[in-house]
């Protein structure tokens, strides 16, 4: 891929003003916001593959942090925070976020860089704070029973900690004395700030600390959870007591508040399973979401890792962590989606009914036990859906329903064992109250993998903004669809999901957003790699590798407590798409068994071969290519090397796809005993089964 393929900025500054001037007429302010995940170019330990912590991923995320800083957010302050915490986990995962203000500004003004913090520094530092906040002098020393190494700057010497008993109501600041018998930290990893003990506390006594960590002559300073206008006044006290003290550097710590006013840039680096994961700014344009996605992938880069990683096929594939994409507004008070119910339900019909969107940009491992399930893949009828739209539209536009969207969607967007946080379309950070971060006023797209250049995830962000301004003022009230067997035997396979996205492109181009075809071709051929080309004048086949709806196997509870998702990953799945000649003079067959093709209409053919509508002649091919200890049918036997041979009345070429190679190759020919067509696990399909005997 040269760059100059990557060039697509008339074309989509055109799309993208189209964009803007739908939303502006309809007096909506709408926000992307992304999800990109990074790894090494050689990514080696669990924290890269499978585990979301490490030794070497913060050092990486504080890489990047710093990296960051230094070109595109230069008066940011860095904050080291609890993140995300999952059943199983003893501890929240860490999380590091880069705040300034929207306009450029700093929340803090420059400390000076004075970095070594004395006993008597910090003693006056404790003083000044209580001056300053205009608080009883509660502060109190708690010992540490273990060395931790993951909270400070510096390890390797025993801290020195100090907490207050801090809250903010009716405009004051509120210090509260630590019964006496709260004095040491809990034995576990992490910041002292989540080690108090605060469980020893009374309940009238607001469980919130403002904390400080000295290790060596390194300090952190922890705040406590706030909402916005607090957090900031309590930054501003801080610095002013940092400098009254002649203090410079530290590190900040605690829990960022919501940006309630839509005034701050926030970029969050996140420890995730075998990824590194960066929280792009919620962003006011696409042009806004562009620049940050080259911003964070450029300093990435920097720092060694990148956004795809080599498939142990050979083929570059995905990070394997997603590239989510988030809808919502600036503020909650100017959520475009509460007054809009009607325009919900018109994007989950349309993104229902066109399987593309689905899957054609997700990772290689899609279906009902992925992790961004479609909605006709959790259980829920088609029955369902339709009632619960039909709900949705029938509310009068123009008042707050976020509750009755919720309501209507809520229990619908999961995955089958009901978790909503798996879902194709994700509501958890919409409306809902029982989560911490649930009340969000956000859409989530999970079904989108990271892409190899930033270009490309720019292009899809473009294109689900074109689809959202389009069924704004042209809604999709078409009903449900039902595809049935199709949706797996059909939509799995590329030359049907291009000819799906062909008609969505083409929806989209009547209505003036005018995307260029050839940058979503570019990414479906990355997407589904060509395993074997074979021309013969007019005749051609084109073989890809396409996707497999991986089954679960179990939910496996491992040593930390934490639950894994075991899939069976053996089964792959080819396509063979050929021209009308190559069907009228050869035939495949594979292990000697006759491969049949059938005719489908399309409306674009893969590149190769014509770009007019028209048909092709298709067939899927499932095959077992590694043997598991774990899997759904461990008596069936593997079907590698894969011996695949095409046949005419003059000649027969072998080729055979092994372990060692990621495409066909040419081979000797084999014998094969005679044998009955591959067949398809119901008639119809497109797919065979090399697994279902003659």
């Known amino acids: 891929m040269t760059p100059a393929s990557l060039n697509n900025a008339p074309c989509a500054a055109a799309a993208a003003a189209r964009v803007a001037h739908v939303f502006e007429r309809h007096e909506i302010r709408f926000t992307i916001g992304g999800e990109p995940t990074f790894v090494p170019a050689t990514p080696v330990g669990d924290e890269w593959q499978h585990a979301a912590i490490g030794p070497t991923k913060l050092a990486k995320a504080r890489a990047v942090a710093a990296r960051l800083r230094e070109t595109s957010m230069p008066k940011a302050v860095e904050f080291f925070a609890p993140g995300k915490r999952y059943p199983g986990e003893v501890n929240p995962r860490w999380a590091i976020w880069l705040v300034q203000e929207r306009h450029g500004g700093s929340l803090l003004p420059p400390l000076g860089d004075q970095g070594i913090v004395s006993t008597p520094a910090l003693a006056m530092l404790r003083r000044e704070v209580v001056k300053r906040l205009q608080v009883e002098d509660s502060w109190r020393r708690f010992s540490d029973g273990i060395e931790n190494t993951g909270a400070a700057l510096t390890a390797n010497s025993q801290p020195e900690v100090w907490a207050l008993l801090l809250d903010h109501a009716d405009g004051r600041w509120l210090a509260n004395g630590w019964p006496d018998d709260a004095s040491r930290l809990t034995n576990t990893d992490g910041p002292a ?77 996140t420890a995730d399973p075998g990824v590194l994961e960066i929280n792009l700014p919620a962003c006011f344009s696409w042009h806004e979401y562009d620049h940050w996605l080259h911003a964070v992938t450029s300093a990435a880069a920097t720092c060694g890792l990148r956004p795809w990683r080599e498939s142990e096929h050979g083929f570059p594939e995905d990070t394997g962590g997603g590239s989510h994409l988030l809808w919502g507004g600036p503020t909650l008070s100017a959520n475009p989606f509460f007054s809009r119910p009607g325009w919900v339900a018109s994007i989950l019909r349309y993104w229902q009914r066109h399987p593309a969107l689905s899957y054609l940009f997700a990772g290689k491992f899609v279906g009902p036990h992925s ?58 950070k919409f409306w809902t109250s029982d989560s911490p971060a649930g009340t969000a006023g956000l859409i989530e797209f999970r079904a989108l993998a990271s892409w190899p250049h930033a270009a490309w995830s720019s292009d899809v962000a473009l294109l689900w903004s074109a689809l959202a301004a389009w069924l704004l003022e042209h809604p999709c009230r078409q009903p449900v669809r039902h595809f049935g067997r199709t949706l797996h035997d059909r939509y799995l396979l590329p030359t049907p999901l291009w000819d799906d996205l062909a008609t969505v492109l083409a929806d989209l181009h009547g209505a003036g957003f005018r995307l260029d075809p050839q940058r979503y071709r570019s990414m479906w051929d990355w997407r589904f790699p060509t395993l074997l080309e074979f021309t013969d004048a007019d005749a051609a086949l084109t073989i890809r590798q396409a996707s497999e709806a991986w089954p679960l196997i179990e939910n496996a509870v491992g040593t930390s407590g934490a639950t894994s998702r075991l899939v069976d990953t053996s089964l792959h799945r080819l396509e063979c798409v050929a021209t009308a000649p190559f069907r ?56 590698m090397p894969l011996v695949l041979e ?47 005997n003659d």
Do not use: K
């Not at 700030?193 to 300073?221: H, I």
């Not at 003290?245 to 839509?262: C, F, K, R």
């Not at 909605?375 to 039909?390: C, F, I």
């Not at 796809?657 to 008639?683: I, K, Q, W, Y």
């Open 193 to 269: 700030g989540l080690r108090l003990p605060l469980d020893r506390l009374s309940d009238d006594v607001p469980r919130r600390a403002l904390v400080l960590e000295r290790r060596g002559e390194c300090l952190s300073v922890f705040l406590p959870p706030l909402l916005q206008d607090s957090f900031c006044e309590l930054l501003t006290h801080i610095a002013a007591a940092l400098r009254g003290a002649g203090i410079g550097m530290v590190e900040w710590q605690g829990v960022i508040p919501a940006d309630e006013a839509g005034r701050w840039t926030t970029i969050g680096l």
């Open 371 to 428: 992790q961004a399930p479609r909605a006709d893949e959790s259980g829920a009828t088609h029955h369902d859906l339709e009632w619960a739209w039909r709900c949705l539209e029938a509310l009068p536009p123009g008042q707050d329903h976020r509750h009755a969207i919720n309501a209507a969607v809520r229990f619908l967007q999961t995955d089958v064992a009901a978790n909503s946080h798996r879902s194709e379309i994700c509501f958890d």
């Open 584 to 639: 009228e003079r050869f035939r495949i067959e594979v292990f000697g068994r006759p491969l049949p093709l059938a005719c489908v209409p399309v409306q674009c053919l893969p590149p190769g071969m014509s770009l007019r509508s028209g048909t092709c002649w298709l067939a899927g091919l499932r095959y077992r290519r590694t043997s598991l200890v774990r899997s759904l049918h461990p008596g069936i036997p593997v079907n």
């Open 646 to 692: 095409i046949i005419s009345t003059t000649q027969r070429q072998a080729f055979v796809l092994s372990e060692r190679s990621p495409v066909f190759e040419p081979c000797e020919r084999r014998s094969f005993v005679p044998r009955s067509p591959c067949r398809p696990l119901a008639a119809g399909d497109l797919t065979c089964d090399l697994r279902m």
